[in-house]
């Protein structure tokens, strides 16, 4: 995982932008994220269902990001902007930051993963409407 220093640096860089019509896509990445979070637990081996898990968190992270009309490519600003904007005001939970880059990394059994990915999907929803 590469993970750039600092928000300055993301913004300033053409993996993180502002984009005022990004809050429109919410609904559509928790679409996603619930329909990654269905199947993850019917892949055939483990890295398939640890991986689809992340592919669940991995779109429910882009509501959080898009709810405050940014858009990243990639992973290298995500963890910035989680912690700037939401970590560290406390609206998300540091442990579901740590459980997106381990599933990120491939962490952890497939339960640990669907257990993550359910909690940190619930917390994102109940982010994103307020």
């Known amino acids: 995982m590469m993970r750039s220093p600092d928000l300055p ?28 979070a269905k199947e993850m637990r019917g892949q055939k081996d483990m890295l398939e269902q640890i991986n689809v898990a992340y592919q669940a ?15 990243v490519s990639g992973f290298r600003c ?6 700037e904007f939401f970590v560290s005001k406390g ?7 740590a459980n997106l880059i381990r599933g990120q990394k491939i962490e952890g059994t497939p339960q ?8 940190y999907i619930a ?6 409407k307020k």
């Not at 993180?16 to 559509?28: E, I, P, R």
């Not at 995500?78 to 912690?83: D, I, N, Q, R």
């Not at 609206?91 to 930051?97: F, P, S």
């Not at 917390?123 to 994103?128: H, L």
Request: charged share 25%.
């Open 78 to 83: 995500v963890v910035t902007v989680l912690e």
């Open 9 to 36: 640096y993301c913004l300033d860089s053409p993996y993180l932008w502002y984009d005022d019509s990004a809050a429109n896509m919410v609904a559509k990445d928790l679409e996603a994220a619930d329909k990654f």
């Open 123 to 128: 917390a994102v929803k109940e982010i994103v």
């Open 91 to 97: 609206i998300l939970d540091r442990g579901h930051l």
């Open 112 to 119: 640990e993963n669907f257990d993550a990915a359910e909690a």
């Open 57 to 71: 968190m991995y779109c429910a992270t882009q509501a959080l990001i898009h709810s405050i009309n940014y858009k």
